[in-house]
């Protein structure tokens, strides 16, 4: 059986005091960098390892987390996330962290930086939220920088620097979106890149996603004319209705979850159309299936929640670094393939 390697053991090997050993290791009070250079080659030559779980209990300080993301009530797609967090909070309810749930109203960015404002003056240790709006994202960003909060986001990576990120390149994202379209072009064919329900101008996945569709036919099919539509929530499917008989679309790609709303306007029309969305909501599976939907990119919200707080729990309670950026993939969604997503 391997011998476990104790303090006083390292201390023996390094001959300093036990003290000096626990202040290196634990990484904190001052050390002579002779006594840090000793310690240092003991723990390499007797190959320990820290045991971060008695290292956490041993601080004995309860770390606090508060996350913000958009209502879930409000927006289905959002409601992964909420689960994905639920699920991490009850993996972590034994050690010493206080992580709180807080939701803004997707369609008011007044709501997202009052709410967000509101807990950062509570000055927790992490602060995790998904920066749908650019403006307002940017005002949270200098607000943590001025309390040395650590800063966390998923789904869209803002412009502006965070301590960690988790979610997919968006114009990588938006390029495979153009990729799935480009298959179904046909000469006459008349491509809408459509953005539903949110502020394009203050929307950074929605802009990353356009940049990415335009710069691929840019590339590979420069003739074809793309348009653009912005719709909000005020009368989709009349917006939508003009929109496609005036233009004569046949091709969409639609940047937001709500790609359900262009595959039912195509139906009310009775008009064939090649649709290209994301997210697996019910609505959306449901015109994947019927054919009026060819593809959905699954970005996996609640994946990106859970990796993106379990991250935050580690490094606060262990101490252990993740990747400052995890981009996930790209998965590509058929109706042959959706049976397998749960």
């Not at 943590?144 to 800063?151: A, H, P, T, V």
Request: charged content about 25%; overall charge neutral; aromatic content about 8%.
């Amino acid at each position: 059986m391997k011998k476990k390697i104790t303090i006083k053991d390292i201390a023996k090997v390094a001959n300093v005091s036990i003290g000096t050993v626990d202040r290196v290791i634990h990484k904190r009070g001052k050390v002579s960098e002779k006594a840090l250079l000793k310690v240092n080659a003991a723990l390499e030559e007797l190959n320990y390892k820290a045991n971060p779980l008695a290292r956490s209990l041993k601080n004995n300080v309860i770390y606090t987390i508060a996350i913000l993301i958009p209502d879930p009530e409000k927006d289905l797609y959002w409601l992964p996330c909420r689960k994905g967090i639920e699920e991490v909070i009850s993996e972590y309810e034994a050690f010493d962290v206080d992580i709180s749930v807080h939701f803004f109203d997707p369609s008011k960015p007044t709501s997202f930086v009052q709410k967000g404002m509101e807990l950062i003056a509570m000055c927790p240790n992490a602060f995790l939220f998904v920066p749908l709006f650019e403006r307002e994202s940017d005002r949270l960003l200098e607000a943590l920088n001025q309390r040395d909060i650590i800063k966390a986001t998923f789904n869209s990576l803002p412009r502006n620097h965070v301590d960690q990120h988790v979610g997919q390149d968006l114009y990588l994202s938006g390029r495979v979106g153009a990729k799935l379209i480009y298959d179904f072009v046909r000469p006459a064919s008349k491509i809408a890149i459509i953005h539903i329900d949110e502020a394009f101008n203050n929307a950074i996945h929605m802009q990353q996603k356009e940049e990415g569709f335009k710069s691929f036919f840019k590339e590979m099919s420069p003739g074809h004319e793309i348009h653009t539509k912005i719709v909000d929530t005020e009368q989709i499917r009349q917006t939508l209705s003009d929109f496609i008989q005036e233009n004569q679309i046949t091709m969409f790609f639609v940047t937001t979850s709500k790609t359900y709303e262009v595959a039912r306007t195509l139906e009310s029309l009775d008009m064939a159309g090649t649709v290209v969305g994301y997210d697996l909501l019910p609505d959306n599976l449901s015109y994947l299936k019927k054919g009026r939907i060819q593809f959905l990119i699954h970005q996996a919200p609640g994946l990106q929640a859970s990796l993106s707080l379990k991250s935050l729990v580690e490094k606060l309670l262990f101490d252990k670094e993740s990747p400052k950026k995890q981009l996930l993939p790209i998965e590509i969604i058929n109706s042959e393939n959706v049976e397998s997503y749960p």
